[in-house]
């Protein structure tokens, strides 16, 4: 079984640049179907479902950002160093919403905005 999140994008490149390049997501497969349809598959590692109820993401977000932020979706991605990637992705156009913090869990967890405005959350596990 495959967990497979699509996102619709409004500048198609600019996205594919954000989750390709700067995240570092290989690319699998892409194509163009009729007209102007375009589909990226990138690979982003093994998927799990996180189900959180409404006090549970007010408080994710009030350790990550000091304040609900988030809507019904949020990216969380798990990499090796998550305060040097946000500065990455902070430079390929994403907005970092606040400081990198140590969250209750022992994880170094940075809240971003991408250029698309879906929120990350980049954390590494300690």
């Known amino acids: 079984m495959e967990l497979r999140l699509v ?4 500048d198609f490149d600019a996205a594919l ?3 390709r ?3 570092g997501f290989p690319e699998l497969e892409q194509w163009e179907t009729s007209g102007d349809a ?10 799990t479902i996180e189900l959180v109820n409404e006090e549970q ?10 304040r609900r932020v988030a809507g019904p979706v ?3 991605i798990e990499t090796p160093d998550s305060a040097a990637l946000a500065k990455r992705l902070v430079a390929a156009g994403a907005e970092q919403l606040a400081d990198p ?5 022992n994880d170094l967890n940075v809240r971003l905005r991408a250029p698309d405005g879906m929120q990350l959350t980049l954390f590494t596990v300690q």
């Open 74 to 76: 949020r990216i969380a």
């Open 57 to 66: 993401a007010a408080t994710i977000d009030d350790v990550e950002v000091g």
């Open 38 to 47: 375009r589909i990226a598959i990138l690979e982003a590692g093994r998927a």
């Open 17 to 19: 640049g954000f989750y």
């Open 21 to 23: 390049d700067a995240l």
């Open 7 to 10: 996102l619709t994008v409004d």
């Open 101 to 105: 913090v140590v969250t209750p869990w």
